[in-house]
Each structure stands twice: as C-alpha cells, then as structure tokens.
C-alpha cells in the first residue's frame, strides 16, 4: 500500500525563482536563503519519494480571475510550465501520475470534498520554487508530482480547518492506494507578508515561529485561526498558511520536526520553511539512511536545527 512518509513546507516567493533562473543565487542577499534549505535537499535526497503530492496556489496563472476553483486537482500526465509574465520559467516540465491522482480524486470527492479536476493545467512559481528548493535545479524532476491548487487569491479561501480534514481524506486515498509508494507532502505558501496597501512589508516573526511550534505540535489550534486572524497577524497574503494545514492533516498525529529553517527578508516576505515525518514502525526513517560520506546525519540535522533555533532567539 502507497504511505505518507513524510510532509515538508516551504514559502514559494516568486523573487526565489527569480535568482535562480538569473543565477544569483551565490549573491550574499541569496545566499542566506538558500544556504537554509541545503539541508533540505539532503533529506530529500535520502527520503527519494515515488510521488510528491503538492499543494500549492495558482496566481492567475492556469485560471484567470474569470473562474477561481476553491480546491482544484491535477489529473494530467503532465503540467506545463505557465509564462507569468516574463516567459516560462526554464524549469523541467512537472510530471504527475494520473493513477494515483484518479484514485485520490475518487476516495476525497466520495469523501464530500468537492474538487475540480484539471486534465490540463499549467503550474506557476507556486509549485515551482518548492520544487527548487526541495530537489535543485535538475534536468528531470526525480519523481512525478501531483498538484493540488488552492483558492486563496480570492475571498473567501477555505478555512485552515476545512484544509485541515482535506488533507485527512487526502491521506485516507494515499493510504488505499494499493501499489507500494513513499509519498511526501508539500505545503506552501506563507509565511507572514503583504504585499500591497498600508501595511505592505508587513513581516511577523513572533506568529511565524508560533505557527511552525503549533504545525508540528498542534495544528489542531491553528484550525481555529479565522481568516480575519491569519491577515491580521500575518498579513492579507499570510492567508496562504491554510494550505500548509492541507499538508499537516495528511500526516500522522505525531510526527518528528526533522527540519527548520527560517529567515527574513526575502523579496517582502518572511520564509518559513519545516519537514515533518510520520513515524512509521519497523521503518528506516528517511532521513536516517546512511548519508554519503562527509554530509550531515539525521540526528546531526536534529542538533542543527535546534543550534539554529538557539541562534534565533539569540538574535
Ligand atoms: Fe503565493
């Protein structure tokens, strides 16, 4: 049967994707981002998932602002990459696997979750810039990826607790799916920023940090967070939050922090960035393989992260 090994969140600002593609990456202003999610890929890398299920917002990219579904599911086979603008960003083409996104659409609609299922869809930075900061820049994305767009450029967006128990029937059909496979969720979006009016620039780190103790401890209590408490803490784009609830309620009740990173500025907005993993008995943790020679072990990341927390309350 197909498991959920593991659940990752990251922000996806588009200005990433940017100095990526412009390869300036290296620069100091970059730098500090980037250097954060190095652990990341190394986990990814470990973790190797037969499909990444990721959960993520269209931004008037694939639907124009004439028709904005609220949950909407890719089926394809493949994704395009949309042109937001300056063109398609020169990333791989997303493959996704049309027969475990049937099967999740079939077991989440059986389930009363009203999805619109997209046979062809193109995805934009909101997918993308995960997808960089989890696997690189390689020429093939290492494994097929299911998306899941979520409203949440229009108001109203589904509430945190109606995320919350999509991603518990999301992991219902990932569990009944009877071919042998490790999935990773990813939720994105996030975390505190706004971008337009008087409080443009808006960063809230103390809620940010909050946000992340209570993902992994209790997201029960994030659930309760209404719309108008989410942008007022984290500013009118902070709502993009609720999709990493999607990603939180697809995961066990407890889980282990493996990971955490979190930095500010980036473009105008906080990045926050963690990995959960489920704790599934009698298995290799991902994270735990054996590392290649000279890199970082699971619990070396564990230690790492807290040194970085210790310097965070630090500074
Ligand atoms: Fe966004």
Redesign the pocket.
Known sequence: MARIIAGVSSS?VPAIGAAIDNHRTSEPYWQRVFEGFERSKEWMRNAKPDVCFAVY?D?ASAFSVEMIPTFALGTAAEFPIADEGWGPRPVPVVKGHPKLASHIAQSVILDEFDLTLCNKMEVDH?LTVPLNLMFGSPKEWPCPIIPLAVNVVQFPPPTGNRCFNLGKAVKKAIESYPEDLRVVVFGT?GMSHQISGQRAGLINSKFDHAFLDNLTKNPKKLTKLSHLELMREAGA?GV?MVMWLIMRGALDEKVDEVYRFYTVPASNTAVGHIILENRIKGAKKAAAKPAAKGKKSAPKMKRAAALQKIQRIRS
């Open positions: 996806h917002n931004h909101g979006g784009e993009e």
